[in-house]
């Protein structure tokens, strides 16, 4: 059973900082792609950030220069640094992985509970 598993949400003032910490548990033969994504109240999940295995990164146009993206491959663990939040990013976060279980016959997309993120004043 794969698992992946987020902290680090919380209640912040705008311009302020979190870090989303999400950690992938189990029968894991490989792990491919990490990322976050987000939903907003009556809005489509989107995008965030997404790191590949060998740490190349791809970011929202909506947070470029504001979130880092990082994983370490040996704690299959993911991070997302977010600086300077506003109340737009303001969502529930959820870790995404794209994975190889063992006991599977291919790669698979794995998801996290989502960890919520409140930007206000």
């Known amino acids: 059973q794969v698992q992946l598993v987020e902290s680090g949400g919380g209640l912040v003032q705008p311009g302020g900082s979190l870090r989303l910490s999400c950690i992938a548990s189990g029968s894991i033969f490989s792990i491919y792609s990490m990322g976050w994504f987000r939903q907003a109240p009556g809005k489509q999940r989107e995008l965030v950030a997404t790191i590949t295995r060998d740490g190349s990164t791809n970011y929202a146009d909506s947070v470029k220069g504001r979130f880092t993206i990082s994983r370490d491959n040996a704690k299959k663990t993911v991070w997302l640094q977010m600086n300077s939040l506003k109340p737009e990013d303001t969502a529930d976060y959820f870790c995404?992985?794209?994975?190889?279980?063992?006991?599977?016959?291919?790669?698979?997309?794995?998801w996290g509970q989502g960890t919520q993120v409140t930007v206000s004043a």
């Open positions: 995404n992985s794209n994975l190889w279980a063992r006991g599977t016959s291919s790669v698979a997309t794995f």
